[in-house]
């Protein structure tokens, strides 16, 4: 597998087709995982005092939040509909990329269009999809919950001390499900990419590109493997590039914020903090844009290659002319022995069979007297 080609193809495709970058703001970032933590910048006693000097200023705060309580409400509520329609829009926008690239490998242009009725063709395909293959590591995620925090509190309920006898548990909880965690979240993950492209390139089923998407990880678990280890290698890169520009934008939010909490005249850092929040979301969406789509590319062109599908599929497509109902793509068989064809049997030499002489002539018959 010449994992350099497929990269190179992924990033001409990222770079020349700049319309998927629409469905890569949607699709959002395969394999990125982030993390944070925060820490305290001063001592109990310190944050005691400044309570209690400026207790009047809580009430005043307290009673401008309970003001604008309802506000607050529906915003809340507006930012969870946000949330949705853009959950939707994304699980639409996987499936319309893998359809995007494999048709671009097939020297079309699709149209953004084109792309969103691919991806809502198949929609509760691949709704089903990703439930069926996250609630394994949901149930995994509750179970270590379970094990944490139920002998946990049980402890502070029963006794009100927290004993070495909760250690054991908590301990065996992690011990067994971080693992597992882990494991399950690699296969599963995987497992999702590969089923994708069966659900939009062949037509399947849930369960069956689920099925497929299994006996791919198992049979080129090698190539799919170093496949995930390059893209979550590039991804890591990326993410450094991006930490200097997220650092200054970042600061550029954070100290105007903190002078306007000091300052009376607080209005005046609220255009240069909008500037810098505007700027800090601009850059978060043009990195999932384009990171978006080169991972989206990066495994299609991979499924392609393993497939066999490098050639124009010349089959019909029934039904939609994106949902790909007449592509077979067959699960990949391991390579057998190489064998030699049999050659043919050698034709009988001309003397194996007796040669009999050929019959005598027949006598003419008598002349007939009297003529």
């Given amino acids: 597998m010449d994992f350099g080609s497929i990269i190179k193809r992924s990033w001409h495709i990222t770079w020349r087709y700049r319309a998927l970058w629409v469905l890569g703001i949607f699709a959002g970032v395969s394999g990125c995982q982030g993390g944070g933590g925060g820490g305290n910048g001063g001592g109990s006693s310190n944050i005691s005092n400044d309570l209690s000097s400026g207790a009047p200023d809580f009430r005043s705060w307290a009673d401008s939040v309970q003001q604008w309580l309802p506000a607050l409400v529906a915003g809340a509520v507006l930012l969870v509909l946000i949330s949705i329609v853009w959950w939707v829009l994304g699980v639409a926008a996987r499936g319309g990329m893998v359809v995007g690239v494999d048709r671009i ?74 693992p597992l965690l882990l494991v399950l979240g690699f296969v599963l993950g995987v497992m999702e990419l590969i089923a994708k492209r069966y659900v939009m390139l062949g037509g399947q089923g849930a369960v069956q590109a689920a099925q497929n998407g299994w006996r791919f990880f198992r049979v080129r678990f090698k190539d799919t493997f170093l496949m995930w280890l390059i893209n979550a290698g590039l991804n890591l890169a990326a993410s450094l590039v991006l930490i200097v520009p997220a650092f200054v934008v970042g600061l550029v939010v954070a100290v105007p914020a903190v002078l306007a909490a000091r300052s009376e005249s607080w209005t005046a850092f609220i255009p240069i903090i909008g500037v810098a929040m505007l700027l800090l979301i601009a850059l978060s969406i043009v990195y999932s844009a384009i990171w978006g789509t080169f ?77």
């Fill in 105 to 178: 490998e097939q020297g079309s242009s699709p149209t953004v269009g084109e792309l969103w009725a691919a991806g809502f063709a198949r929609f509760w395909t691949l709704l089903g999809l990703e439930v069926m293959l996250r609630i394994p590591i949901l149930l995994v995620l509750l179970f270590v919950l379970a094990g944490v925090f139920v002998p946990l509190m049980g402890a502070i309920v029963g006794t009100g001390d927290v004993g070495p006898g909760i250690v054991a548990p908590i301990c065996g909880s992690l011990a067994i499900g971080l």
């Fill in 295 to 371: 991972t989206s590319s990066l495994w299609t062109i991979f499924f392609r290659r393993v497939a066999g599908l490098e050639q124009p599929v010349e089959a019909p497509i029934s039904g939609s002319p994106y949902a790909g109902e007449g592509i077979s793509l067959a699960s990949p068989a391991p390579p057998g022995p190489v064998t030699t064809p049999m050659p043919e049997p050698p034709a009988p030499p001309a003397d194996r069979y007796p040669q009999y002489p050929p019959a005598p002539p027949t006598p003419p018959a008598p002349p007939v007297p009297g003529a």
